[in-house]
């Protein structure tokens, strides 16, 4: 169906760069697949700052609110590192995952066949690599109250925050974390400190309740947030789907995208509830960050934002084919021996931006 | 100096087996080198529970005070897995840690230079591997109140735990960590979450200071847990000492421990504040758990227990030649190619826990 409303929101450092690289794949389509989007392209992050005051301006999370979905750049950079904590560019994506309530953050960690030699690990334990990793991302201890900096009666500074998890916001991230198993290997392994936190033993009580009660058939695991750590670091073909809360989820998903050694190829998407009108919001976004010091130099990597464009095809628009088309044709060219200097390797052809997003162009 | 006391605290699992390899060390030194411990054996985890109905008795309590040091082994088991919150065998190092103000936990991540083909990571990653991850133990979201599941006005489940940090628990672990960084590569690298929590904001602010104020000769750095996650799990040489909160130091020093492939290995030492009469209360122990799974076959690695003895020597006892007489015997027994079942490696010859621990003795 034509008229599928895209939100761009480019945002800083890197971001507006390898997001040129992904324009350039939508206009393809539009001239060779005729899909046409209906394309908005927004502020966030630093450059919202700069332009209207605030990392995430009313007409953002309205615009975001409107579209099918958002793709989102990355936000962040030294120019507003020491801004006010209610200024930082991080906001951006807080007040989205909050404010558009997408509480799912769906974070693969695979490792293509041409890039295990980019693994810290020893090749035979991460070939074929292939997690997904379901954050939790609208509560835990990012959003509970209280939480501040106060000054005791000694007159000492005290900070707080508060992790809280109700059955609700744990069940329903379950369930998208059970019904991908269901179309993987159909294993997750929920992840918390049950044996020290309260959230986490209402977490594991949770998870477990509507695995026996709803997915009879996935196997599941229960595993301690540090075990995880060291599970993910020494042998993680073990996983399959790995679920956890927004601290846990945030810690080890970095750390899985870390083991496939390619943080330059990682897309990921934030999924909200379908809604009463059959919508769901949706955020796109590559797993790495704004990457200050090598912005504007044009060698940044733009296949995590091109095959978080793919996952926002397959999830969002339901357009399988078009998404494998895209992720086939980033892995011919790395089968090619392309690659940015994120991933270069020996006896490889070291490219930028702009070659690396033609040649996946050319593939297609 | 004689009559040092020691408190040793077996537990569960292969605690008392491996401990058993510790004592027999003891009694050599007692013969050999007249040193002569003032020994007590306590109660703790399951064992404890079993024979007392409590994972902490106040007698273990008592005894760990008055004692010079603790070594401890490990607890918990599938027998006491589905005991209620309140008596789960964790809470016998939990108490212990808190009751004593124990507040800084030590965890070395070293990788011996005959152990670098157990890790997972390539070889030249972590060949001569040495870093110091710097726990805070007795503060956060471990022990912050309020803290608990109860019902809300619609009927659900919420669980809630509190991260709680003030400045002096801060500050006191952040000195542990320069003065180590001023005996190893003078490096602290503190970790929290300082874009969304507050007490993550506190915590960078006063390790901040410290450093400035009483440190200017250690380099600092401050990182995000999730970065430090990525760091560890791809350039972990970069890193001399880790400093991080109660949660963060659990899931990162268990990372770390993971990356050098050989947790049979790793001793750890939780110390407390030097007291108005010079003392100062220490509890050392392996950083491997009861591993239910393999106990009473006399199969596990008694190095990590004996190693944490050797900890125990050199920091609560002065003892620096007898501590590094140990640890140079167990790298000379892995030179000599003995390995136990969990670093076992071709071409080396297999043993049990028995033979492990006197071809140790015997170097001695
Ligand atoms: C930017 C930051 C707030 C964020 C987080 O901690 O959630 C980042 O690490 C991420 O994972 O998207
Ligand atoms: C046993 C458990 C309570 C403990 C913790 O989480 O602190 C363990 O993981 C550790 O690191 O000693």
């Given at each position: ?5 895209l ?10 760069e ?10 393809w ?29 009313d ?26 904590f ?40 991460v ?37 809280v ?31 020290v ?6 977490w ?8 026996k ?36 989820g ?5 750390l ?5 050694g ?29 990457a ?14 091109i ?27 790395l ?5 940015t ?7 490889m ?14 593939e297609?």
């Amino acid at each position: 169906p034509a008229n599928k409303k895209l939100l761009i929101l480019p945002g800083d450092g890197i971001g507006p760069e390898v997001m040129r690289e992904v324009r350039r794949i939508i206009d393809w389509m539009d001239r060779r697949r005729s899909v046409t989007f209906d394309i908005n392209e927004g502020l966030v992050g630093g450059a919202a700052l700069d332009a209207t005051g605030s990392p995430c301006p009313d007409e953002t999370v309205a615009a975001a609110s409107a579209a099918d979905a958002v793709l989102f750049g990355s936000v962040g950079g030294p120019k507003w590192d020491s801004l006010p904590f209610d200024q930082r560019p991080e906001l951006g994506i807080l007040r989205l995952r909050k404010d558009l309530q997408l509480f799912a953050n769906l974070r693969p960690a695979v490792v293509l066949a041409p890039l295990v030699e980019a693994s810290a690990l020893r090749a035979d334990l991460v070939r074929g690599l292939d997690i997904m990793i379901v954050r939790e991302t609208t509560g835990g201890i990012y959003f509970g109250e209280p939480r501040g900096i106060h000054v005791n009666e000694q007159g000492k500074r005290v900070g707080i925050d508060t992790e809280v998890y109700s059955e609700d916001e744990i069940s329903r991230v379950a369930r998208v974390a059970f019904d991908l198993a269901r179309k993987r290997r159909n294993k997750v392994t929920s992840v918390e400190k049950a044996n020290v936190m309260q959230s986490g033993r209402l977490w594991r009580a949770v998870v477990g309740e509507v695995g026996k009660a709803e997915y009879p058939d996935v196997e599941l695991e229960h595993m301690y947030a540090d075990n995880c750590a060291m599970q993910l670091a020494s042998r993680p073909k073990q996983f399959d789907v790995v679920l956890g809360g927004n601290l846990f989820g945030d810690v080890l998903s970095d750390l899985a995208a870390a083991l496939t050694g390619s943080l330059g190829m990682l897309p990921s998407a934030t999924i909200g509830a379908v809604q009463a009108d059959g919508r769901r919001h949706a955020l796109y976004e590559p797993i790495h960050g704004s990457a200050p010091d090598i912005a504007g130099k044009g060698i940044a990597n733009p296949c995590a934002q091109i095959l978080s464009f793919a996952m926002l095809l397959r999830l969002s628009f339901d357009m399988d084919e078009d998404a494998t088309l895209i992720e086939k044709s980033v892995e011919k060219v790395l089968a090619g021996g392309l690659r940015t200097a994120d991933i270069m390797a020996p006896g490889m052809a070291r490219v930028g931006t702009t070659v690396m997003g033609e040649a996946v162009l050319r593939e297609l």
